[in-house]
Every structure is written in structure tokens, then in C-alpha cells.
């Protein structure tokens, strides 16, 4: 194994080059017992390293070229990454015909997994812990868009590509579709890629990838995150509907409880409430203009906690008074919401869109 030092990877030990032997030692020689998930490129397994480090390795498919560039791109992406809530790359196997990606093991599977696998969110995750995963996600974006030189858009955010560690803290990973953002330039003209249910409508009609693309998926995962549901149905009256379709036209007749779930209304209070739904119309705006920034996003959701945390506390604290937001600013009462036609919302989940236009 040679190591590169530097920040790359966003490890100490800097972005290290693993052999193929090492790989596959590490998942006895990639063993099917061993196969933590499958996805439309390849197969990710566990590994154990010799120092006893476990890792998650990503095997990918044979390629074609348009597909090796996209490989290439997560794997210098991931690089440049340093940020408690998104995977680290740890490096990478450049022995074999098709590079061998090796990031830190994740324990506890993915975000979708965890909201709609086994009993589901509402009989075991208080309102704290949604809330937490939701704002650590938005601090991961937040600091992609902002902070990252040049910024990352990640372009296929998603619960499936959300894991969570043996604390439940959030990470983002799959970077497969994400595009490094020139500097002096807001959008990005691209093939279309993402899935249905979370893809950004005005992305999917131009082709002009943004941040606030990630901004609407990001509505989508905090809808997932408060009423504990698909973000497409498979059954009854609203088959084949959207989440974020029900969830607008809910609250355009005053009826979004009926969307939350049942913690979500237990523990949350009006005020807070209003202002978390009041986030979630802004972020799914059919105009990228309306949406609000992931840093603004993630400002939001750290007032709302604290606002949770103590609702008797004074605003500038995290408490609410009278007529404001959790900012402390007038809260807009007779907030007018543009809802996106049914067509462009309505999908069948876990679909994926690739094509130009």
C-alpha cells in the first residue's frame, strides 16, 4: 500500500493506493457474505484491513467511457472532502481494469433503510433525532456549496445515498452523479441524472444543474424525515403520486397533519410546526429562485432544534416570540405557494432519469 500525504481524503494518513491482493484479503476474496449493497454500477463490499480497519470497498462494473469519467470524478471529488457528515474516501485500487474505491465503514446502512425498513420512524425515532440527521445533512451540503473550492454539487441527493453511523450521525455518500462548480458560474449544463421522487423538476426541464437542485431533494429527504412515507405511493386513492405532490396539496387545504406522522405532531409544537413546513414548501418551489440556500436551510433547522430543546427561551436563544420566525424576523403569515404540476411530480419510485435534452 503506498500512501500520498496531504489533505486528500480528508484523513491524516493522506489518500492511499491499495493493491488488489490487499482488497482482496481484506473481503475474503469477495465473498458474497461479505456484500454490504448493490447499485447500478457495481457491488459495495466489507473489508477488513490488515491493521484492522474496516472499510467498505466499491466495485464497479465494467465501464464504458462516459461512465469511467463519472468514477473518476467521484473519486476526485471525494478527495477534496473534509467533513464529519460526508463519507471520507480513504483511497483507492488502480491494479485492476476498473478502480476499486475504498471509503470509511458506515455501520448502520442507509437513511432509507432506517426510515422505511423493519417498524419504520414513527414507533421508534423521537422528533430530536429526525431533526439532527436533517440538519446534519444540511451542514454537509451547506459546506459543499459554500465552502468547497470550487463548490460541489452532489445531484442525487437521496435518502438511499444518506448512510448512518453507530450514532445515527448522517453522511453523504454516492457521488457518481455530483459536478464541481466553476466559481463564476451558478449553473451547469448537464446530462440529466437522479431519481424520480427527489430529482429537482426545473433541473429535469432545462438540464441546468444548480445548488438549489440539491436543495430540492433535500426537501424531499426532510419530508421522508417528518412523515415517515415513500417518496412515492404504491397503494390506495393516491397510488403512483408523489410525496411532495400530497404533502402541497395538503397544505394548500390546511391539511398537512395529516401527512406528518404521528411523533412529528406529538412533539412538535405549532409555531415550530409552521416554521418547519413553511422550509419545506421554500425548498420544493417549482423555481430554483424561491428556494432558500443550504446554508440558510441548515441555519433554520439548528434554531429549530434549539427551539425544541427550550420553547420557553427568548428568541435570540432559540425560542419563538409572538409573530416571529425562528430567526427572530416577522414570519410571513399569508405565505402564497407555487405548486408543481402533477405530471412533472408524479413518478414511480427508485426510477432514474439519464438523458439531454
Known amino acids: ?48 484491513l490488515e491493521d484492522s480497519t474496516i472499510v467498505a470497498i466499491k466495485k464497479s462494473k465494467m465501464m464504458e467511457e462516459t461512465e469511467t469519467k ?14 464529519r457528515n460526508v463519507v471520507k474516501l480513504h483511497g483507492c485500487c488502480l491494479e485492476v481494469e476498473v478502480p476499486m474505491l475504498v471509503y470509511e465503514y458506515v455501520s448502520n446502512g442507509t437513511l432509507y433503510h432506517y426510515i422505511h425498513g423493519g417498524k419504520g420512524l414513527e414507533s421508534n425515532t423521537a422528533l430530536e433525532t429526525r431533526l439532527r440527521i436533517a440538519a446534519e445533512l444540511a451542514e454537509a451540503l451547506s459546506y459543499m456549496h459554500s ?17 448512518l453511523d453507530g450514532n445515527l450521525t448522517a453522511k453523504v455518500a454516492d457521488f457518481g452523479a455530483s459536478k464541481l462548480a466553476p466559481s463564476d458560474e451558478a449553473e451547469i449544463a448537464t446530462l440529466v441524472q437522479g431519481t424520480c421522487g427527489y430529482l429537482d423538476p426545473e433541473y429535469l426541464m432545462t438540464c441546468q444543474l444548480t445548488d438549489k437542485s440539491d436543495v430540492y431533494s433535500f426537501g424531499v429527504v426532510l419530508l421522508e424525515l417528518l412523515t415517515g412515507k415513500k417518496v412515492i405511493c404504491f397503494d390506495g386513492p393516491e397510488q403512483g403520486k ?7 396539496t395538503a397544505m394548500k387545504t390546511n391539511r398537512h397533519d395529516e401527512v406528518l406522522d404521528s411523533r412529528v405532531r ?12 413553511h422550509l419545506v414548501m421554500r425548498c420544493v418551489s417549482m423555481s430554483g429562485e424561491e428556494r432558500p440556500a443550504m446554508k440558510e436551510v441548515a441555519e433554520r433547522l439548528e434554531a429549530l432544534r434549539r427551539y425544541q430543546q427550550n420553547p420557553w427561551g427568548q428568541a435570540g436563544a432559540g425560542g419563538l416570540e409572538e409573530g ?8 410571513q403569515r399569508d405565505v402564497t405557494y407555487k405548486f408543481i404540476p402533477q405530471d412533472v411530480l408524479d413518478v414511480e419510485e427508485g426510477s432514474t432519469y439519464t438523458f439531454s435534452m
Open 266 to 277: 406529538k412533539e412538535m409544537g405549532s409555531k415550530a410546526l409552521e416554521e418547519v413546513t
Open 242 to 248: 408523489s410525496l411532495v405532490s400530497r404533502f402541497t
Open 324 to 331: 416571529q420566525s425562528l430567526h427572530g424576523r416577522e414570519q
Open 147 to 163: 465552502s468547497a473550492s470550487p463548490p460541489i454539487l452532489h445531484g442525487d441527493v437521496k435518502t438511499a445515498n444518506i448512510l
Open 70 to 83: 463519472e468514477f473518476a470524478r467521484e473519486m476526485f471529488i471525494l478527495s477534496q472532502i473534509n467533513h
Open 1 to 48: 500500500m503506498r500512501s500520498y500525504g496531504g489533505a486528500a481524503g480528508g484523513g491524516s494518513g493522506g489518500f492511499k493506493i491499495y493493491s488488489e491482493e490487499e482488497l482482496r484479503k481484506a473481503t475474503n476474496n469477495f465473498a458474497a457474505d461479505q456484500i454490504l449493497g448493490r447499485g447500478g454500477h457495481g457491488i459495495v463490499y466489507r473489508g477488513v
